[in-house]
């Protein structure tokens, strides 16, 4: 009470921004429904339920495709789809990006130089395009070569990323005194670089994981993602592209679904940050 | 009893352009010595060749025993068991010495548990957390429960750097690397600082090199000094005899302008 220490602020008021929020819920709502699906749909997707390319009505709240499927009980098994492809290819674009950034950024200047000379060719490389090459080198399009795809053709963006921002903290006095005091390579990794990185690269998972389910979306547009009994976005997109004048309906309703998740997640990640930085957090 | 670090003629090349050479010293337990130069003399890259730690393209030659054991050379395997042992590093601006994103405890800690995970002993978590609040006391911050649950951004510069000597003592090092702790502190602090590296490295009886291009503050530190200027050692002796009667050029005109800065000091008030 009586020493003369700055007073610690007190206790932290976490600075949850309007978009945050607004981000939150429209992701939470997307998962929500996602994980619905697995016990419950208001139809079976597969079953023809009423008249065909039928507008939105009361018992199908977004009309019905041109088999006569509710497209509603579609777009929420979309939804699924997405966030298991956008949750798998971040997942895989971690493992592969942090680990290649780590090992560049530790690596000698011979290695780190071929490493990121690499990663540029990789960048330089159109995601979709990348991704459509390892569909058609892999054994025909499913739903886990495409979330491979995603993930391999992400993880370039983040090796990068990850080699900048574990160099910027290699860089730092603290760094010195660890090992001054005796840590090894992986306890600098464990203790220092990963939580100081973290924060940044949290933020870019969530923006990544946007950029998958649209590169999901187009795959499957393009007839390389899930095969049809899967009911991706992009082929309900696809599928209605031929009566778009007639029953745009069948357009706009998955257009609103990925949008929406997409627009959520990028306001997710912009107030993310404010959340995993300590440092931040008290302004 | 050993010396803890002897320096025998040693030169620092970088793309083939000397930075340091033929420098040569030694601190022994419980010697404080002081290396002093302007920006750019060397001192650093000294002390960082002293601990194995140059940066990538520069290559030492010459000899540097830590603890009777040669750096210069070795795996940075087997050095990595006499940092932290051995010698502990006290860097200028506590601010990025530590840990931005940890809490200072736990910054402590860590180095208090690997220190006895070194020695063989078994720390449990009330052992870790009892030699935190040990050290947090021994280097004087105020209320340590309260202090080693915060982020570095929320204390002060003087509580941070004795959080950084907190830190090195968690190594319970032979000899400490001082690499101009007081500079970024304002000069109040800066004495009380200096007066607590000075009582640990009376109490515990260890070596302290210490580096810093401030004359005054030198003088109060150290016994012997080491003048450096453009990677040489000009000058080297006890402070009262370099400071006293300084025999080289450069050293007279730093010791001129110190004296110049205190008259007009002096005159001021």
């Known amino acids: 009470m009586t020493d003369a220490a700055p007073a610690l602020a007190p206790p932290a008021s976490r600075r949850l921004t309007p978009a945050f929020l607004v981000g939150a819920a429209l992701v939470g709502l997307h998962v929500a429904v996602g994980l619905l699906t697995l016990v419950w749909t208001p139809y079976d997707p597969a079953a023809m339920t009423g008249g065909r390319l039928a507008p939105p009505s009361l018992l199908h709240w977004a009309g019905t495709d041109r088999l006569g499927r509710d497209l509603f009980t579609e777009i929420m098994i979309g939804a699924r789809i997405a966030l298991a492809v956008g949750s798998g290819a971040v997942a895989i674009a971690a493992a592969i990006g942090v680990t290649v950034g780590l090992l560049a950024a530790f690596a000698s200047r011979a290695v ?5 000379a690499t990663l540029d060719i990789l960048i330089a490389f159109p995601t979709l395009l990348l991704a459509m090459l390892i569909v ?3 054994d025909g399009a499913n739903l886990g070569t495409a979330i491979l795809a995603i993930g391999i053709a992400a993880s370039a963006i983040v090796a990068r990323l990850t080699r900048i921002l574990a160099r910027r903290v290699l860089a730092m006095d603290y760094i010195t005194a ?8 992986l306890g600098i990794v464990r203790i220092h670089v990963l939580p100081n ?31 049809p009994p899967n009911a991706s976005w992009g082929r309900l997109l696809q599928e209605a592209q031929a009566t778009v004048y007639t029953a745009p309906f069948g357009a706009i309703a998955p257009g609103i679904a990925l949008v929406s998740l997409v627009i959520g997640l990028n306001l997710f990640a912009d107030g993310l940050r404010d959340v995993a930085d300590p440092t931040r957090r008290r302004r | 009893m050993g010396d803890l670090l002897t320096i025998d003629d040693l030169s620092i090349r970088h793309a083939g352009r000397p ?8 601190v022994t337990a419980g010697e404080r010595l002081g290396l002093i130069g302007e920006s750019g003399s ?9 601990i194995g730690l140059l940066p990538e393209g520069m290559t030492a030659s010459g000899s540097v025993r830590l603890a009777g054991r040669e750096v210069i050379g070795a795996a940075d395997r087997d050095v990595v068991g006499l940092r932290g042992t051995a010698v502990a590093t006290i860097f200028q601006e506590p601010l990025t010495a530590l840990d ?9 800690a860590e180095v208090a548990r690997r220190r006895a995970r070194r020695d063989g002993r078994s720390l449990s978590r009330a052992g870790v957390a009892a030699e935190v609040t040990a050290l947090m006391a021994r280097v004087a911050l105020p209320d340590p429960a309260r202090l080693s649950r915060a982020y570095p951004h929320e204390m002060s510069g003087g509580q941070r750097q004795r959080a950084a000597i907190a830190m090195a003592l968690a190594c ?12 970024a502190l304002d000069v109040t602090t800066q004495a009380e600082v200096l007066k607590l590296l000075e009582t640990l490295v009376r109490e515990e009886n260890m070596g302290l090199l210490f580096i810093s291009h401030d004359l005054p503050v030198v003088g109060a530190a150290v016994d012997r000094v080491v003048v450096l200027r453009a990677g040489e050692m000009v000058e080297e002796g006890t402070v009262a005899e370099v400071f006293g009667r300084p025999r080289h050029p450069y050293t007279i005109g730093l010791v001129e302008a110190a004296r110049a800065f205190d008259r007009a000091i002096g005159a001021a008030l």
Do not use: C, H
């Open chain 2, 172 to 183: 319970r090092p032979r000899l400490l690397i001082a690499d101009e702790p007081t500079t």
């Open chain 1, 197 to 227: 990185i973290w924060p940044t690269l949290i933020v870019n998972f969530a923006l990544q994981f946007g950029l998958a389910v649209i590169a999901e979306a187009s795959l499957s547009y393009l007839g390389l993602g899930a095969p």
């Open chain 1, 178 to 185: 660890a090992r001054v005091s005796g840590t090894s390579w």
């Open chain 2, 100 to 108: 931005p994103l940890m809490r200072i405890g736990d910054q402590i």
């Open chain 1, 112 to 116: 780190d130089d071929v490493l990121a």
């Open chain 1, 136 to 138: 058609a080198a892999g």
């Open chain 2, 42 to 50: 060397g001192k650093s890259l000294t002390a960082l060749a002293a």
């Open chain 2, 19 to 26: 930075l340091v050479s033929g420098v040569s010293l030694s």
